[in-house]
């Protein structure tokens, strides 16, 4: 389906809008984020974010939306290529830390939010946010599963190898922030790869 111009303008638009925030919301916090300091940044009138979004709330989550999308439109291509599992693996860990590095806000944004997440009465994170996160590990276990089929790794359960993967991305990444984002990303992609790929090969899956 075509989209029509005006269609194509309002989504830049939006992307303005959601990229000043995510910038905003990364330096500040949610809290002390302001809806007139993001409008400013955007070259919008507040009254204007309100065509686009309900409220800060709408917007914070849009943000992290967002950039949930992006990362799983990029681990989806990855699998869907034909390639080994285990490659497709390490694609995957390349592909989402590089993501990572380069949009760095996004993951100041998503990391305090990550905690939360295990919070069930959290309403606006179980609909809109976990669903995506939920959707990331199942691509990453389908992998795991794909593997395991070909005898190519370990018989384990592909959905808790899944997670321990996100969470080894993650606690690599925010300590690489932490530390001050001195040396490329990837120099740390490669301990994950290691440690990850290393346990979970099959002696087949070494060959």
């Known amino acids: ?15 303005e809008i959601l990229a000043a925030a995510k910038a905003l919301f990364a330096k500040e916090g949610y809290h002390g984020a302001a809806l007139d300091e993001i409008a400013l940044r ?35 291509e990855i699998a869907n290529q034909e390639l080994p599992p285990l490659s ?7 592909g989402v830390v590089e993501y990572l590095e380069d ?5 100041r944004v998503f990391n305090p939010e990550r905690v939360r997440m295990t919070d069930m009465r959290d309403a606006h994170l179980n609909k809109r946010i976990l669903p995506k996160l939920n959707a990331f590990v199942e691509v990453a276990a389908l992998v795991v599963k794909e593997g395991i089929d070909q005898e190519k790794i370990k018989k384990v359960d592909p959905l ?9 991305i993650h606690s690599v990444v925010a300590q690489w922030l932490l530390e001050g984002a001195k040396e490329p990303l990837a120099e740390r992609s490669k301990v994950i790869l290691d ?3 290393g346990g979970i090969q099959s002696r087949k899956g070494r060959k």
Do not use: C, H, P
């Open 103 to 107: 949009d760095r806000d996004f993951f």
């Open 1 to 15: 389906m075509k989209i029509s111009r005006k269609e194509r303008e309002r989504e830049v638009r939006k992307q």
């Open 160 to 168: 808790e190898v899944a997670n321990l993967l996100f969470g080894m």
């Open 88 to 94: 497709k693996l390490e694609l995957m860990v390349k």
């Open 195 to 197: 440690v990850f790929l």
């Open 42 to 76: 955007a070259e919008f009138s507040k009254a204007s974010l309100y065509t686009y979004f309900k409220d800060k709330e709408d917007l914070f989550y849009a943000v992290l939306e967002d950039g949930m999308d992006r990362l799983l439109e990029k681990v989806r």
